[in-house]
């Protein structure tokens, strides 16, 4: 059985979440915690200041404990962004590429954003702006909705978000040597969209996946920058086919 690594957003409860624990019926799904992330203090990661070091990580360390299988990589939002470092950086080490409205490469003007300001947004305005049906976060208990969480979910969120900042405030969500090297993720790559993204606008992923050698664009109707918990129906039919080698 071949294993779909899945690096999580930033703001995502690590795990099999949502359409994941459908694909984990044909795939072993790991989802690892990017260091720094979480309640427990990494003193591993400290000093770390940039993805390329979560990417190295997962380069170095996730995978030796991966069974013996082909991989496939995935990332959502800034996850997205790992995993795309990590295909360019070793992409003889991944069967496919599937990302999910990936931050990391800027590609558009000062008058035409890339990504929304996430670091600056309130809790509610992340829903508002990730979600097609805001309304459905609720029941999902997602970190950062503002109503329904233990205390320990909400030290965790705080932790999270104080996490990305070291990792994605300067340059803002992007690294500007990524898109230079883009043309080394030479595997088979998905780049998936929802349509109701404001987040990281459908565009932006069209664009994206125009400049990877091998990659197919699908937007997803009627969801937002977390298709995989809005829609997971969809979302598990387009990645199942593509993981089997079909075109979605």
């Not at 690594?5 to 044909?26: E, I």
């Not at 072993?28 to 390329?52: C, I, N, Q």
Request: include cysteine; charge should be negative; aromatic fraction near 8%.
């Amino acid at each position: 059985m071949s294993t779909l690594l899945f690096l999580h957003d930033a703001d995502v409860l690590p795990g099999p979440v949502g359409a994941l624990s459908r694909l984990a019926d044909d795939h072993t799904v790991v989802v690892p915690r990017h260091p720094g992330f979480g309640t427990t203090l990494d003193t591993t990661a400290e000093d770390w200041d940039s993805v390329a070091d979560l990417a190295q990580h997962h380069l170095t360390d996730t995978l030796t404990d991966l069974p013996p299988a082909p991989v496939h990589l995935a990332g959502a939002g800034f996850g997205g962004w790992i995993a795309l470092e990590m295909a360019v950086r070793a992409p003889h080490r991944f069967a496919s590429l599937l990302l999910v409205s990936p931050y990391g490469v800027k590609l558009g003007g000062p008058t035409e954003p890339d990504f929304a300001d996430i670091l600056l947004l309130d809790p509610t305005e992340i829903v508002e702006l990730g979600w097609a049906d805001p309304t459905a976060c609720h029941d999902l208990r997602m970190p950062g909705f503002p109503t329904g969480l233990t205390d320990s979910e909400y030290e965790r969120a705080f932790t999270d978000r104080a996490a990305l900042s070291r990792y994605a405030w300067k340059p803002f969500l992007h690294d500007p040597r990524l898109r230079r090297w883009l043309h080394l993720a030479t595997m088979p790559t998905l780049v998936l969209a929802g349509s109701h993204n404001r987040l990281v606008p459908p565009r932006h992923s069209a664009a994206l996946a125009d400049l990877l050698p091998a990659a197919h664009y699908v937007e997803i109707p009627d969801a937002g920058h977390y298709p995989y918990l809005e829609r997971p129906d969809e979302f598990h039919r387009i990645v199942r086919s593509f993981l089997n080698g079909e075109t979605p």
